[in-house]
């Protein structure tokens, strides 16, 4: 493969970046924005000047000629949703992030600095009589929705079902295991779990997400940081009880849920330990935890008859040999499980770059009106 490319995933103190070189990760590293620049911004989205220049800098202290980058990759914010695939940023996509429309999230960023970065390449490109690179891009947002209609209507037609879930690393999972059959993701049946801070299952079939969880949103099986479902009346009578604010509502479920309401900690190896030295409390939860997702794997499998060919257990938590074995024991009679451990983002992203330069993926253009 051949070509250069800057991917940029951001988060809320720091950024991860990883630079390929004809097809190879070069390096990856995190970027860090100082205590004292932080405390000048009251918003992530403040941080866009100050986080590019540190991203531009230390490309440049590690020896990267910035004009030699082809594509800059970002990961997909919280946009209006869209189909599947490989964006460019462009000016709608830049207000949508901005005006946090679908949520504010440190990844709505991602997108504005790789095209920050992608103009000043350009820049040093025309200075040198170097034709333009080839853009900034994004690549299978969260909110990506290809969702079937007769599985987005809830019990009320307040409470439609929403997709937000890990696309980016679900899909390249997906390319993974259909590349390691001699097959494409057109030819592949898949439920995807994606086991995190938060936890997504998806549903793949023929190239397209047909269901999943919104992750983001109080939906789905219980996580590190996250409650997932919980049962409406408590819920109800939490709101009512005169003792919450709504957005302290919000972040009991999503942030301050899951293993962080059990333990005080959103590490779950902290919980693996405890359990390995005779804790209970973990010991059952992690049990819990285990059967919550298979339970929500085996969820998605009546939508395509049981045709399911692969089920994949991938992210940050599938590194726990006890936690991906346990839940194939519960799910293996719908299909063979596959463990693709880790949440290879950066490498996804630049598997969409090289897809961008050789011509094999399509870009699209982003219109908020338009799924």
């Known amino acids: 493969m051949e070509g250069r490319i800057l991917t940029v995933n951001t988060g809320s103190t720091s950024t991860k970046i990883g630079f390929f070189d004809a097809g190879e990760l070069v390096f990856e590293q995190k970027v860090f924005l100082s205590a004292e620049t932080l405390a000048k911004y009251g918003s992530v989205m403040d941080l866009e000047t100050e986080m590019k220049d540190a991203i531009t800098e230390f490309l440049l202290s590690r020896g990267v000629e910035l004009e030699t980058i082809d594509v800059v990759m970002a990961r997909g914010g919280l946009i209006t949703p869209v189909v599947t695939g490989v964006y460019r940023v462009n000016k709608a996509m830049r207000d949508a992030l901005y005006e946090g429309k679908e949520g504010v999230h440190a990844c709505n960023l991602s997108a504005i600095i790789a095209d920050d970065i992608a103009v000043h390449i350009d820049a040093l490109?025309?200075?040198?009589?170097?034709?333009?690179?080839?853009?900034?891009?994004?690549?299978?947002?969260?909110?990506?929705?290809?969702?079937?209609?007769?599985?987005?209507f809830g019990g009320r037609p307040e409470f439609p079902r929403r997709t937000l879930f890990h696309a980016l690393n679900s899909r390249a999972m997906v390319r993974r295991y259909a590349r390691s059959m001699g097959k494409t993701v057109k030819d592949v049946t898949a439920i995807v779990a994606h086991l995190g801070g938060g936890v997504s299952v998806s549903l793949h079939r023929g190239g397209r997400v047909i269901d999943t969880n919104d992750a983001l949103g109080g939906d789905g099986p219980v996580a590190t940081e996250r409650a997932g479902t919980v049962p409406a009346f408590p819920l109800v009578e939490m709101c009512f009880s005169g003792r919450y604010t709504k957005e302290e509502v919000k972040k009991l479920i999503v942030g301050r849920g899951g293993v962080m309401s059990y333990f005080g900690t959103n590490d779950f190896r902290e919980v693996v330990r405890l359990a390995r030295e005779g804790n209970e409390d973990a010991d059952l939860f992690i049990t819990g935890y285990c059967a919550g997702i298979s339970k929500h794997i085996g969820y998605f499998a009546p939508v395509v008859c049981g045709k399911v060919d692969v089920i994949i257990l991938t992210g940050g938590i599938a590194h726990e040999k006890g936690v991906t074995d346990a839940i194939a024991r519960r799910v293996g009679f719908i299909a063979p499980v596959v463990v693709y451990p880790g949440e290879n983002e950066l490498t996804s992203l630049a598997e969409n770059g090289y897809g961008i330069l050789s011509g094999e993926f399509e870009v699209r253009t982003y219109d908020p009106n338009r799924l």
């Open 125 to 152: 490109r025309k200075a040198k009589g170097l034709p333009p690179c080839r853009g900034a891009f994004i690549a299978d947002p969260p909110m990506a929705d290809e969702m079937l209609p007769e599985l987005k």
